[in-house]
């Protein structure tokens, strides 16, 4: 391991190549990056980013490296030392400067036998083995035992003690309801077990001794270096973090017990459906997490886990102000649509802006964090069930919520036949676009296919190995990327060679002239073809805008629908009412900002925004007067 950790960071002139080629990669799959905050990290001196949700593998490290190239800073990642052993990515990151991490979960066996608690009341550390080995050398104090995946989770087990007769006895007692189920195949303790039942299956990994890297962590440190670490220990796509892992404390603290002066910087990394092509991402910095003198003494002076337990929850509380965290993601569908209601014009407003990303994932933040407070109230139960309702009429007519809304604002006090112009002028469009968009679609749909098909199989290899992913979509993006970027100019040396061929045999009936040389149809090739690609992209995403605007007008004009759209726009205008007399109610209760609130009914609350950027430049802030 201390061989495999490289000391100096990347040199600069190869980090900025690699970082430029990647970059315009993710720039290409993305339609927009919004950076909000970036002026907490620091230009100078020793900096740890600490970044959250792992949404999207590889794809996020990028991100973050483009922005704080643009500061003149960058970026040592700390990386699970599987992903080293990768042809490709091994390479590109020791290159890039990362420093390895072994993690216990990539390194666990499956073990012998099943474990169990026989006494969970009396003994609730202890555990027992039936069938298994505890002799075996992999079986030590330090190490860890993990449980099959239940409702998405495998759970980690902490050993503190080998006893004899087949008994473990663990650090900490389980308290998880899933744990206890596994463990004693009960739900509740006054139960009896589940008939033949005989404990859960498990793997064992071994202490990881971590000295090497806390040591190459320390000497970037020390040298004014900046540390990038994603803290829930791997990528996912849940809905909430991750349980963060003590690591960053606890380089933060060593770190700052040597003396080095340190800024500890978090980063919410908030995506609108990351996985997919022309998605788009708001990355946020947050506040410095300060760290006090006392706690560092703490650390120091033999109080390490009272320190790295005041460190985490600062961490934890920092990163929840830069993240939108939702319990599962029925509930973040509902903040989303309850977003969009809230921000719809009343009659009362006058014509105003959209806000812009940021924004809007700061009113999901708000909006997330009073559902969380207020859920288990009367009125937010049944404005969840009356948001709920809504969601799954939509879902039945097939449409989204901001097709409905241009529904219900277009002529609304015109007949629906008066959208047949519309509806032909977009066909027309529509028509234009296609063929404009065809030639690229054309060349390059077998890239598409192929980027699609191996993309999705990695998925499910990356799924079938991970005990936290529910879908696996966040090692999507990754790979579509890679694999296009792969295939892309392999398609174009290949289209180049037949157009050569094609010429040199006399079978471009005209369009090449005979005499026109091989060099410079090469060159004309790979400079023309990348044009097309750009072409295809930017006539083919205006072309998809226009084709899903196309549904609804249909609907509107089709008799049989019409009503049911009608009905659908009379509970949106209602829906609307109520999610904001909830946000008049309770906003106040959560938010300093919202103390003005009772004078802007009807228009939504000014001040909701207000201090949401303070530092902010000006030319940014007149866009907060108004809501749409």
Same mark, same amino acid.
């Given at each position: $391991? !201390?061989?495999?950790?490289?000391?100096? /960071?990347? +040199? *600069?002139?190869?980090?900025? &190549?690699?970082?430029? %080629?990647?970059? @315009?990669?993710?720039?290409?799959?993305?339609?927009?990056?919004?950076?909000?905050?970036?002026?907490?990290?620091?230009?100078?001196?020793?900096?740890?980013?600490?970044?959250?949700?792992?949404?999207?593998?590889?794809?996020?490290?990028?991100?973050?490296?483009?922005?704080?190239?643009?500061?003149?800073?960058?970026?040592?990642?700390? $990386? !699970?030392?599987?992903?080293?052993?990768? /042809?490709? +990515? *091994?390479?590109?990151?020791? &290159?890039?400067?990362? %420093?390895?991490? @072994?993690?216990?979960?990539?390194?666990?066996?499956?073990?012998?036998?099943?474990?169990?608690?026989?006494?969970?009341?009396?003994?609730?550390?202890?555990?027992?083995?039936?069938?298994?080995?505890?002799?075996?050398?992999?079986?030590?104090?330090?190490?860890?035992?993990?449980?099959?995946?239940?409702?998405?989770?495998?759970?980690?087990?902490?050993?503190?003690?080998?006893?004899?007769?087949?008994?473990?006895?663990?650090?900490?007692?389980?308290?998880?309801?899933?744990?206890?189920?596994?463990?004693?195949?009960?739900?509740?303790?006054?139960?009896?077990?589940?008939?033949?039942?005989?404990?859960?299956?498990?793997?064992?990994?071994?202490?990881?001794?971590?000295?090497?890297?806390?040591?190459?962590?320390?000497?970037?440190?020390?040298?004014?270096?900046?540390?990038?670490?994603?803290?829930?220990?791997?990528?996912?796509?849940?809905?909430?973090?991750?349980?963060?892992?003590?690591?960053?404390?606890?380089?933060?603290?060593?770190?700052?017990?040597?003396?080095?002066?340190?800024?500890?910087?978090?980063?919410?990394?908030?995506?609108?459906?990351?996985?997919?092509?022309?998605?788009?991402?708001?990355?946020?910095?947050?506040?410095?997490?300060?760290?006090?003198?006392?706690?560092?003494?703490?650390?120091?002076?033999?109080?390490?886990?009272?320190?790295?337990?005041?460190?985490?929850?600062?961490?934890?509380?920092?990163?929840?102000?830069?993240?939108?965290?939702?319990?599962?993601?029925?509930?973040?569908?509902?903040?989303?649509?309850?977003?969009?209601?809230?921000?719809?014009?009343?009659?009362?407003?006058?014509?105003?802006?959209?806000?812009?990303?940021?924004?809007?994932?700061?009113?999901?933040?708000?909006?997330?964090?009073?559902?969380?407070?207020?859920?288990?109230?009367?009125?937010?139960?049944?404005?969840?069930?009356?948001?709920?309702?809504?969601?799954?009429?939509?879902?039945?007519?097939?449409?989204?919520?901001?097709?409905?809304?241009?529904?219900?604002?277009?002529?609304?006090?015109?007949?629906?036949?008066?959208?047949?112009?519309?509806?032909?002028?977009?066909?027309?469009?529509?028509?234009?676009?296609?063929?404009?968009?065809?030639?690229?679609?054309?060349?390059?749909?077998?890239?598409?296919?192929?980027?699609?098909?191996?993309?999705?199989?990695?998925?499910?290899?990356?799924?079938?190995?991970?005990?936290?992913?529910?879908?696996?979509?966040?090692?999507?993006?990754?790979?579509?990327?890679?694999?296009?970027?792969?295939?892309?100019?392999?398609?174009?040396?290949?289209?180049?060679?037949?157009?050569?061929?094609?010429?040199?045999?006399?079978?471009?009936?005209?369009?090449?002239?005979?005499?026109?040389?091989?060099?410079?149809?090469?060159?004309?090739?790979?400079?023309?073809?990348?044009?097309?690609?750009?072409?295809?992209?930017?006539?083919?995403?205006?072309?998809?805008?226009?084709?899903?605007?196309?549904?609804?007008?249909?609907?509107?004009?089709?008799?049989?629908?019409?009503?049911?759209?009608?009905?659908?726009?009379?509970?949106?205008?209602?829906?609307?009412?109520?999610?904001?007399?909830?946000?008049?109610?309770?906003?106040?209760?959560?938010?300093?900002?919202?103390?003005?609130?009772?004078?802007?009914?009807?228009?939504?609350?000014?001040?909701?925004?207000?201090?949401?950027?303070?530092?902010?430049?000006?030319?940014?802030?007149?866009?907060?007067?108004?809501?749409?």
């Amino acid at each position: $391991m !201390a061989g495999q950790i490289p000391l100096k /960071p990347a +040199v *600069g002139w190869v980090y900025d &190549i690699i970082l430029r %080629v990647f970059a @315009s990669m993710v720039d290409y799959f993305f339609r927009d990056i919004q950076v909000r905050g970036a002026w907490h990290v620091p230009s100078e001196g020793s900096v740890i980013l600490v970044a959250a949700p792992h949404a999207n593998q590889f794809v996020d490290s990028v991100i973050l490296m483009k922005i704080l190239r643009s500061l003149n800073r960058q970026i040592s990642w700390l $990386m !699970a030392e599987k992903s080293f052993q990768r /042809p490709f +990515v *091994g390479t590109m990151a020791s &290159i890039m400067g990362a %420093v390895p991490v @072994s993690r216990a979960m990539d390194v666990a066996k499956q073990a012998e036998g099943t474990i169990l608690l026989l006494d969970p009341i009396n003994e609730p550390k202890l555990l027992s083995g039936v069938g298994t080995n505890f002799e075996d050398p992999i079986f030590k104090a330090g190490g860890s035992i993990y449980l099959p995946t239940l409702n998405g989770e495998s759970h980690k087990l902490d050993i503190a003690e080998i006893r004899k007769g087949q008994m473990i006895l663990l650090k900490s007692a389980p308290t998880h309801s899933d744990v206890l189920l596994q463990l004693t195949g009960k739900t509740h303790m006054n139960e009896v077990p589940m008939s033949g039942f005989v404990g859960s299956k498990f793997k064992v990994a071994p202490h990881v001794d971590q000295t090497q890297v806390y040591e190459a962590v320390f000497q970037r440190l020390r040298t004014g270096g900046c540390l990038g670490i994603f803290p829930e220990g791997g990528s996912h796509d849940r809905t909430e973090l991750l349980p963060l892992k003590a690591g960053i404390a606890i380089m933060a603290l060593g770190a700052l017990a040597q003396g080095t002066a340190l800024t500890i910087v978090p980063v919410g990394m908030n995506y609108f459906s990351a996985h997919k092509f022309r998605s788009r991402a708001v990355i946020e910095f947050g506040d410095a997490v300060t760290v006090s003198q006392s706690t560092i003494y703490d650390f120091k002076n033999g109080k390490k886990r009272e320190a790295i337990g005041a460190v985490m929850g600062d961490i934890s509380e920092a990163l929840a102000a830069v993240t939108v965290s939702a319990p599962d993601f029925e509930t973040l569908n509902l903040i989303h649509a309850a977003r969009r209601l809230y921000l719809t014009k009343t009659p009362f407003d006058e014509k105003t802006q959209r806000l812009s990303l940021a924004h809007s994932t700061e009113l999901n933040r708000r909006l997330s964090k009073g559902y969380t407070t207020y859920s288990q109230t009367p009125e937010i139960m049944s404005l969840k069930k009356d948001l709920q309702r809504y969601v799954d009429c939509l879902g039945i007519l097939g449409l989204k919520d901001h097709q409905l809304l241009s529904i219900a604002t277009r002529n609304t006090h015109l007949p629906p036949l008066f959208l047949l112009p519309t509806l032909l002028y977009r066909l027309g469009k529509l028509v234009i676009l296609f063929f404009l968009t065809l030639p690229g679609l054309v060349l390059f749909a077998p890239i598409f296919i192929l980027t699609s098909h191996m993309s999705r199989r990695k998925t499910a290899e990356a799924l079938a190995a991970s005990s936290v992913k529910i879908r696996g979509n966040d090692v999507m993006a990754t790979w579509k990327i890679l694999i296009a970027a792969a295939l892309v100019p392999v398609f174009y040396v290949f289209y180049t060679i037949v157009l050569v061929c094609l010429k040199n045999c006399n079978r471009t009936y005209g369009v090449i002239p005979a005499r026109t040389p091989t060099s410079l149809l090469v060159v004309s090739s790979l400079i023309v073809l990348p044009l097309i690609t750009y072409a295809a992209l930017l006539f083919g995403e205006q072309g998809m805008d226009i084709l899903k605007s196309l549904y609804p007008l249909i609907l509107s004009l089709n008799p049989r629908s019409s009503h049911a759209v009608a009905a659908l726009v009379e509970e949106r205008s209602n829906l609307v009412t109520k999610v904001r007399e909830m946000v008049h109610r309770f906003g106040n209760g959560i938010f300093p900002d919202c103390d003005d609130i009772s004078k802007w009914r009807g228009r939504g609350p000014k001040r909701l925004f207000a201090e949401v950027s303070p530092m902010a430049e000006m030319d940014e802030l007149w866009k907060l007067d108004t809501f749409v």
